[in-house]
């Protein structure tokens, strides 16, 4: 049996997107997240999950059997050049332009990349600046 590790001590546990096209998704998710280190897991069940994240089809057993609507995430890059990978990432997999990587007036050094997925939601990747997380995140192995 596989091992599975999550890291938990983050404000969310997860956030689930019921979406039209699961294989659309799929792809776009698969790419950008690469690209962020996060690895995606499928399953046979109609959805798939990175972490936090969860993306299923309607008709899954993980949905309620409706799409959810227009969401942005936003996901932490670890430089500059990640920001500009991911957004390489989701226009070359479905993604369309919401925002080319550049500064952005939220705070100094804010930096960050937005596209819309195949789905229409609004996916950000953003890198602070050099920071100290305030605290380790929680190891789960199952």
């Known amino acids: ?25 799929r792809a776009f998710y698969t790419a950008v997240l690469d690209v962020l280190d996060i690895p995606v897991n499928d399953t046979p069940d109609g959805f798939f999950w990175a972490d936090e994240l969860v993306v ?3 008709d899954s057993p993980a949905a309620t059997g409706v799409v959810t609507g227009r969401y942005h995430l936003a996901f932490q890059a670890k430089d500059r050049a990640t920001v500009d990978a991911f957004h390489r990432a989701a226009l070359a997999h479905g993604g369309r332009d919401n925002g080319a990587p550049g500064e952005r007036a939220y705070h100094p050094g804010y930096y960050a990349a937005f596209v819309l997925d195949p789905e229409g939601n609004n996916i950000e990747a953003v890198y602070h600046g050099e920071a100290r997380r305030s605290a380790p995140s929680v190891r789960i192995e199952f």
Do not use: C, K, P, W
């Not at 599975?4 to 997860?14: C, E, K, T, Y």
């Open 1 to 25: 049996m596989e091992t599975n590790l999550l890291h938990r001590g983050r404000l969310f546990d997860h956030i689930q997107l019921v979406v039209r096209d699961l294989d659309a998704s």
């Open 56 to 58: 299923s089809s309607a």
